[in-house]
């Protein structure tokens, strides 16, 4: 009991650390638009190799409403009720989610630090891919791009531009960090009751 109510406590105040970096956003000058936070989604990475993926994409989901309620606004650009479902499940609910299912290369990668760089590289693709769909079957149909690309190309560019700097910059920290944090990476921290 006093093992589960630390994992609660302890992942209530990862998702928090998460939702605060998240407000502190840059736009790199190659980007087309997004922001990219200082590894705001790397406090759910931790969650989910302290304990396990199942626990890792429900403080994803967790967070992932967080950033809807803190993402209203752009909800309140959506016309229609199907649009309204796109935005809220593609650029929030799964694109969030997806992040917990970071720790699910430990398995396969027999080097810990690689398997959680692989985790967040493939978790943070797939938010990427959700952030794409979003491009191109809601906010091209709500915002034609002033460009002229074709909508696919644009999605990529926009998503890519700040997506591909929120990887390196977490793969990097993440990377870094596991050496001198390794006990906490392992949930080694920890005293069993």
């Not at 002229?148 to 390196?168: D, F, R, T």
Request: with cysteine.
């Amino acid at each position: 009991m006093k093992t589960k109510l630390r994992q609660l406590a302890e992942s209530a105040i990862l998702v928090a650390i998460g939702t605060v970096l998240s407000l502190f956003t840059f736009q790199g000058p190659w980007a087309l638009g997004g922001g990219i936070t200082v590894c705001s989604m790397l406090p759910l990475v931790m969650i989910a190799q302290r304990h396990g993926t199942k626990w890792g994409v429900l403080s994803a989901l967790v967070y992932s409403v967080l950033q809807l309620l803190l993402g209203m606004n752009n909800v309140q650009y959506a016309p229609t009720a199907l649009s309204v479902a796109g935005i809220i499940v593609f650029d929030y609910i799964l694109a969030f989610t997806v992040i917990g299912f970071s720790a699910s290369f430990n398995s396969i990668v027999k080097d810990r630090r690689k398997a959680i760089v692989l985790g967040i590289v493939v978790t943070f693709f797939g938010r990427f891919l959700c952030h794409f769909i979003s491009g191109v079957i809601v906010w091209e149909a709500l915002f034609p791009n002033e460009l002229g690309w074709a909508p696919a190309v644009w999605s990529l560019a926009y998503n890519g531009s700040y997506m591909l700097p929120e990887i390196i910059i977490t793969c990097v920290v993440a990377y870094m960090t596991y050496t001198p944090l390794k006990r906490y990476w392992l949930g080694e921290d920890i005293v069993k009751a």
